[in-house]
């Protein structure tokens, strides 16, 4: 059986499937065939059960809660830090009502969170790798960092306005659930829970073996300096990513409901993990 296996070309994700995309782990009787886009088309791409298993945004998850079903790994979390509001001038974090802000996606984690934040900006997509210079250039008065972007802006003359994921925190207690890893519901919770023990094992295995897939992940690092690209993989692919725990869960469910209380996610949206046991 061959499952399609799609999720961003960036250096956390690359890290998270090193094992399984050489072979260091294995499912017997599955071959699978990975595929690389940035979030927000993978968001789109879900609506339509392109793939069988998908990195997801939480939010975007909300849209096609009944065509996939979350694994219990492969999750990126926040603690304490997450998506960045910059601009080319200083900013106050109260200013940002009536602005245009360039946004990666309106069905990223992101976009939620800043209209939870502040619900009166006014957003325009654009590519996330093009938010940094499209802000520097004064295209838009501010821009909506995800990726390596969160730690690259201050290099480019950018001003920090908020750090949502810093926000959320100190709003609720909790880190920030922002992307996850999900399977089309049609596939069975069988096949699901397997695929979902192999991806942890490649977690697991990256994260015994740090030296070799911080190598491998840096090919899709961005022209990132080895030590900045080393940051952001810790910062995303961690004990989070290996098991949500009641607080991972508890924090996807707040945030979810958070959103249904503004009107952003649908109020039917019921949060469901696919866990290994039966």
């Known amino acids: 059986m061959e499952l399609r296996l799609a999720h961003s070309p960036d250096s956390d994700d690359a890290f998270m499937f090193y094992a399984l995309a050489t072979g260091?782990?294995?499912?017997?009787?599955?071959?699978?065939?990975?595929?690389?886009?940035?979030?927000?088309?993978?968001?789109?791409?879900?609506?339509?059960?392109?793939?069988?298993?998908?990195?997801?945004?939480?939010?975007?998850?909300?849209?096609?809660?009944?065509?996939?079903?979350?694994?219990d790994c492969g999750a990126s979390f926040g603690e304490g830090y997450g998506?960045?509001?910059?601009?080319?001038?200083?900013?106050?974090?109260?200013?940002?009502?009536?602005?245009?802000?360039?946004?990666?996606?309106?069905?990223?984690?992101?976009?939620?969170?800043?209209?939870?934040?502040?619900?009166?900006v006014e957003t325009v997509t654009i590519p996330f790798d093009k938010i940094l210079d499209a802000v520097q250039a004064r295209e838009v008065e501010a821009g909506l960092l995800i990726h390596e972007g969160q730690l690259l802006f201050s290099q480019m003359g950018l001003h920090r306005v908020?750090?949502?994921?810093?926000?959320?925190?100190?709003?609720?207690?909790?880190?920030?659930?922002?992307?996850?890893?999900?399977?089309r519901r049609q596939?069975?919770?069988?096949?699901?829970?397997?695929?979902?023990?192999?991806?942890?094992?490649?977690?697991?295995?990256?994260?015994e073996h740090r030296e070799a897939a911080v190598e491998y992940a840096m090919q899709f690092a961005r022209d990132m300096d080895p030590a900045l690209a080393d940051k952001f993989i810790g910062m995303y692919v961690n004990h989070w990513t290996l098991d949500y725990g009641e607080e991972?869960?508890?924090?996807?469910?707040?945030?979810?409901?958070?959103?249904?209380?503004?009107?952003?996610?649908?109020?039917?949206?019921?949060?469901?993990?696919?866990?290994e046991a039966a």
């Open 24 to 71: 260091k782990v294995r499912l017997p009787g599955v071959k699978f065939d990975h595929v690389l886009c940035d979030i927000e088309t993978l968001n789109n791409a879900a609506r339509e059960e392109k793939y069988d298993i998908t990195a997801v945004s939480f939010y975007g998850y909300t849209f096609v809660a009944d065509k996939y079903v979350l694994l």
């Open 83 to 120: 998506p960045i509001v910059v601009s080319s001038r200083p900013l106050k974090k109260n200013d940002l009502a009536g602005r245009k802000i360039a946004v990666p996606g309106t069905l990223t984690t992101s976009y939620l969170a800043l209209k939870l934040f502040e619900p009166r």
């Open 162 to 183: 908020v750090d949502l994921g810093q926000w959320w925190q100190d709003t609720t207690g909790l880190p920030l659930p922002l992307g996850a890893n999900a399977i």
């Open 187 to 207: 596939l069975g919770p069988e096949l699901g829970r397997r695929a979902g023990r192999i991806i942890r094992d490649s977690v697991r295995y990256a994260l």
């Open 248 to 275: 991972g869960r508890r924090a996807v469910k707040e945030l979810l409901a958070r959103g249904a209380a503004a009107g952003l996610v649908p109020s039917s949206t019921q949060v469901e993990f696919l866990s």
